[in-house]
């Protein structure tokens, strides 16, 4: 699904992200970790396009999508969400899921004035499809809400769907489980494994809590200063002695 070569991008004297390889196969939740600074969203701005690498490759289903402007890259179905999370805040939960339908819209604008039958499908489909993801999130009831007005896990619910709403092959999540206690980081982690199987999606994770990170990754990749120290399954980076030293706080980060 993702292959990535090669991969460098520096700001002045910082490399943030070095000869950065990644291959993931498709209908996989892998993670990324590292302690803060090591260059996990850097890579998330090269892969979505937001910023152009200095050398290296990006593949989507082998096809090249390095430097991309990021509206293509979206088009060519890889969706994010952000680590701030970034809503239009003044408008509903509804509107912002209709933004991302916006992507992949069929009909022009003589089509919405002269109100055609193609329009109004469309419109249909995409009310009927809004409806779904938000029965699958089970918040229905907030349909009508401002974005500003819902709780914090909801407003990270709501830009997964919205991302979902451009119906992408990869989606890349940033820190879904930031910010949430307990129970929202469950689930989450409930919905996030829901939306890989309905939507045959693969899925890229940055996530600093660990709790996420061991419970639903089949893979785990872990950064330090832009570079790859480990890579492997959730139980084998736990235990890597270079992993858990990158961690300042030792084993405990880990746990
Ligand atoms: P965190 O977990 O704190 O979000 P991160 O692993 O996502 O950290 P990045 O945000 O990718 O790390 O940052 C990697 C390095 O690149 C840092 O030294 C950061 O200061 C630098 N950096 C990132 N973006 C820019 C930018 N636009 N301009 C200058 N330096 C940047």
């Not at 910082?14 to 803060?36: E, Q, R, T, Y």
């Not at 820190?175 to 890989?196: C, D, L, S, V, Y």
Request: net charge neutral; hydrophobic share 40%.
């Amino acid at each position: 699904m993702l292959r990535i070569d090669h991969l460098y991008k520096s700001f002045g004297g910082i490399s943030a992200v070095k000869d950065f390889n990644l291959h993931i196969k498709k209908g996989v939740i892998f993670s990324i970790i590292g302690p803060n600074g090591a260059g996990k969203t850097t890579l998330f701005n090269l892969i979505t396009g937001l910023y152009s690498p200095d050398r290296g490759d990006i593949q989507l289903e082998g096809r090249d999508v390095t430097g991309l402007p990021p509206h293509l890259i979206a088009k060519m179905g890889i969706s994010r969400t952000f680590q701030n999370i970034r809503l239009f805040e003044n408008l509903t939960v509804l509107d912002n899921i209709r933004v991302g339908f916006h992507l992949k819209q069929n009909y022009r604008l003589s089509g919405v004035i002269l109100n055609s039958k193609a329009y109004k499908k469309e419109e249909e489909e995409i009310k009927e499809r809004t409806h779904y993801l938000l029965k699958g999130f089970k918040m229905e009831g907030y349909q009508d809400n401002l974005a500003s007005s819902l709780p914090y896990g909801e407003q990270r619910k709501l830009e997964i769907i919205r991302a979902l709403a451009t119906n992408p092959k990869l989606l890349l999540l940033d820190e879904p489980g930031a910010g949430m206690n307990h129970k929202e980081q469950e689930e989450i982690t409930n919905f996030i494994r829901w939306i890989r199987d309905e939507f045959e999606l693969t899925i890229l994770l940055i996530e600093h809590q660990m709790k996420v990170v061991m419970n639903i990754s089949e893979k785990v990749i872990v950064m330090d200063f832009g570079e790859t120290i480990a890579m492997g399954k959730p139980q084998e980076i736990q235990n890597n002695p270079r992993v858990i030293e990158a961690y300042l706080g030792g084993e405990e980060c880990l746990k």
